[in-house]
Each structure stands twice: as C-alpha cells, then as structure tokens.
C-alpha cells in the first residue's frame, strides 16, 4: 500500500505553495524534457514588533523535514531480511530488477530530490595470500531509475552506491569487520524527475555481473505488506531495467514490502558544524594507522566520515560511516595512497546538506617491503 510520510505534520499544512509546474510530459512520447517549476510569488513579510534591548536574541527553529515518498508509513519498519537470518532470496543483483510504484509526489517547495534503497548483508571473499579472516566485499555497483512510467531510459538511471559501503554479513567462523545493520543509501536525482500529477515507478537494479546471486550479492530489506499490488520483480534483465512496461510489472510481489523510497527536500539552509578535537601532528608519517575524532553539531545527522585527497581536488572516504557519536575514526595505512595525503572530516544531514573540517596532512610511506624468500 502507497503512502506518503510526512515525519513534521506542519510541513503540508503550513501554507507551502507547489511550484511543480505542468505536468510532465511522459518518456514514450516524443517531446522535450518536463519544463522547469513555474515560479511562486512568495507572499508578503510579516512585521514583528521590535524586541525589548534587553531581550536576547535567539534562533527561530527550523522546523523543516524531508517528505519521504514508501511503500509503507514509517521507513524505519523496513527491518526484515537485510539485518539477519532468512533473506527471502531479497538480493539485488546483476540479473534482479526491483519495480516499485509509488505516489506522486505531494505540493510543497523542495529543494532537492533523492532516490533510496535499504541495503545489508554485502557478501565477501577471501583475499588472496590473506589469512582467511580477512575478508573484502565483492566488487560491484548499485543503481536506480524512477519515472512516471515502467520505462527508464539511461538518462533516468542513477549510482546508487558501491558494495564497499554495504554493510557486510556475518561469518559465523571468522572475526570480519564491517557487519552490522542494514542502512539507507540515498542518491540525489533532478526535481523535475520527480512527478507531482503521475504514479513514480522506481526501479532497483545491478549492472555487476559479479553480483548474480543471493551468495554473492547485498540483501534488500523489506517490510510487512499486504496483497496490494505495488511491487514487481523481474529475474530475467542483465544489469538493466526491463526494456518493456510489460516484462516490467510482469511478476508481482506480495505479502512484503521493499525499502525502496524517494525523499523530498524543502527548502532550508541547514548546514552542520564540524570542530576537529585529535588529529595526527601536521606532516606525521603513518606507520599502521591514525585516529581522527571530530565534534559535530546540526539537526538530523546522517552520517560523518574521514576522507583524503592527494590534490584537494578529488576526494575519496577512508574507511566507512558512522552514525551516531563520538566521531573517532580509525584510518589505516592501506585506506590512504603514498605521498602527502590530505585529510578532513566531512558530515551530512538527512536534507543532504554537507559540510567539511579544516584540512590536515600526513605522510603515507610505502608498504614494508617482504623479506626475501630463500632458495632452497
């Protein structure tokens, strides 16, 4: 069963004008592209009477949250299959394309819209030359579509994330690190993608043919649902969505629900705050590994994380989220590349609004070499 979840009640009630424009147009005719969102006049300013002098001032909060579009009422009940125990056979894979058809979208001023899946139980393997508890995620990738109908042309398809992010799963004989509990990715896509007249139908797919199993590939989490039908699954693509509306919604699903959702960011001007509290001394060497820690402060974190760069221009993570506090961050020499390497932390909120610390350096020697092998 559709549903839209407005987590601040307020949000659709306090007099926000849709700025969606004209319908857009549908992908099988041949026309332009949806036209831009027809402009609001923004209404007059209401006059406040002055504060005494002696009154502090203070800031109005912002009341503001994201309008997240699921298949179910709180995206927080999506807890089956990608935390543990039976999976359903819920992967995402190279040869699995997941439909879901959600609600248009409701009237209000956003500023940004995002596709999301709840993912978990990323699948490993061994590591050559390795002791064989030191396991890495299979290698592979991620990816969304949405459009108002079961057609998604490569111009409607988004990364959603790489596996090295997911969550692993569990081995029962070795010690892995990186297990735990499924999380939403979230991937931002054009506003005007987004239908505010028409059903959105988002699908979930793989284009890593190495992810062609429930062995080797993330799990899907899901909810309890009913036998209402909104979601379909089909086990015949490869690495893309179906070609048709028909092989589309060929094969129903019943009974559960996917964490396939889309969230819609009002407009606002939140930004976090980060103060690094430890870091290594400016230029130090990196011998097995550092620790950053950092205090953040801002509304409705989503996740803060150490990233590096050799240029300040490109940036890449080391190592994987986290949540909630504290912010202490483990970063070991092989997540970084020789050199002088650039560090900072950087955090984002759940509008996708992200900020950066000042920025550290180290340096990162090569790995020690092996001793020679004798001969025999």
């Known amino acids: 069963m559709n549903r839209v979840c407005l987590f601040c009640g307020v949000f659709l009630l306090g007099g926000f004008s849709w700025a969606g424009g004209r319908k857009p147009e549908r992908i099988s005719e041949k026309s332009a592209a949806p036209a831009a969102p027809a402009a609001t006049t923004p209404p007059p300013p209401t006059l406040m009477p002055s504060a005494p002098a002696e009154t502090p001032l203070f800031s109005v909060p912002d009341d503001k ?39 248009p979208a409701p009237p209000g001023e956003y500023k940004s819209a995002f596709l999301g899946a709840r993912l978990g139980r990323m699948k490993t393997e061994s590591v050559p030359g390795r002791p064989p508890w030191e396991k890495r995620p299979i290698k592979g990738f991620i990816n969304m579509a949405v459009a108002d109908e079961p057609l998604w042309p490569q111009s409607r398809r988004f990364r959603l994330t790489e596996t090295a992010d997911i969550p692993l799963e569990g081995d029962a004989e070795n010690a892995v690190e990186g297990v735990g509990e499924s999380r939403w990715f979230w991937v931002e896509v054009p506003l005007k993608f987004i239908s505010f007249e028409e059903d959105n139908y988002v699908a979930l797919f ?162 020690p070499s092996e001793p020679p092998k004798k001969r025999r």
Do not use: H
Request: net charge neutral; with cysteine; aromatic share 10%.
């Open 65 to 103: 949250s994201p309008v997240y579009l699921t298949e179910i009422s709180n995206p927080n009940d999506f807890v089956l299959f990608a935390n543990g125990g039976w999976d359903g056979n819920w992967y995402v894979g190279y040869n699995t394309c997941w439909v879901s058809k959600l609600p």
């Open 206 to 367: 793989s284009p890593s043919e190495a992810l062609s199993s429930s062995a080797r590939a993330p799990v899907l989490a899901a909810a309890w649902g009913d036998t209402r039908q909104n979601t379909w699954l089909n086990s015949t693509v490869k690495g893309e969505p179906p070609f048709t509306s028909t092989d589309a919604l060929k094969t129903p699903v019943t009974y559960f629900e996917p964490a396939i959702a889309i969230k819609l960011v009002p407009v606002n001007d939140r930004r976090p705050d980060i103060r690094l509290l430890e870091t290594p001394e400016e230029g130090a060497t990196v011998q097995e590994k550092i620790f950053v820690s950092a205090s953040v402060s801002g509304r409705d974190m989503a996740g803060v994380w150490v990233e590096f760069s050799t240029d300040t221009k490109n940036w890449r993570r080391a190592g994987s989220f986290l949540a909630i506090a504290p912010y202490v961050f483990t970063v070991k020499r092989e997540q970084l590349l020789e050199g002088t390497v650039r560090l900072r932390v950087a955090a984002e909120d759940v509008m996708g609004n992200r900020a950066q610390s000042p920025i550290f350096s180290v340096r990162v020697p090569p790995p």
